[in-house]
């Protein structure tokens, strides 16, 4: 494989981990071995994506000792960032290990640009990276150092959703 990309799906749309997943299908379709590490999703609850993503052979890592506080408001916050501290821990050592052709990091610019990780972190994932590695981030509020260091970026753009009108996620559509 050639020099590996660092790609940006951000924006207050939805279809940034869609997105990211399809890239994902589309490498496993080729040979490519493909992990994603899953920040801040739902602690019960296996999308669509994961499921039709783990049938194609894909490595899917939730970290299910996190979960954003709009899922469930609940949640300590000192114990999630613990956790997502072990989370970036884990996957700089994923990154460096060479084994992965694709890594993404589903969710981790919502945990920049919620405050439980720096941008510091994301220089460390970053230099972690092997040459030939296809690095893909996904969530709201991309800070401009991560667009910058992007060779891809992506907004969605949200024009309308029927969560506005009161409409729940809908299992097979929304994940």
């Keep these: ?4 990309l660092i790609h940006v799906y951000t ?6 981990t869609t997105a990211a997943f399809g890239l994902a299908k589309r ?16 602690r019960t609850k296996d999308s669509g994506e994961i499921v039709i993503a783990r049938k194609a052979g894909i490595n899917v890592v939730r970290f299910k000792d996190q979960t954003t506080p709009l ?12 956790a997502i501290r072990k989370a970036i821990t884990f996957s700089v050592k994923e990154i ?6 694709v890594v993404i990091m589903d969710e981790f ?9 720096t941008i510091k972190d994301a220089e460390k994932i970053i230099a ?7 690095l893909i981030f996904t969530g709201r509020g991309a800070p401009e150092e991560l667009i910058e260091a992007a060779d891809y970026v992506t907004e969605m753009r949200m024009i309308k959703h029927p969560f506005n009108k009161g409409v729940k996620a809908r299992k097979g559509i929304e994940f």
Excluded: W, Y
């Design 1 to 4: 494989m050639s020099k590996g």
């Design 11 to 16: 924006g207050e749309g939805k279809g940034k």
């Design 27 to 42: 490498a496993a379709g080729h040979g490519r071995n493909v992990l994603i590490l899953q920040f801040l999703k739902s």
């Design 71 to 82: 899922f469930d408001p609940s949640v300590d916050l000192k114990k999630l960032k613990a």
């Design 96 to 101: 460096k290990s060479g084994a992965h052709d």
């Design 109 to 117: 610019i919502t945990v920049l640009s919620c405050g439980f990780a």
């Design 128 to 134: 972690a990276k092997p040459e030939r590695l296809e």
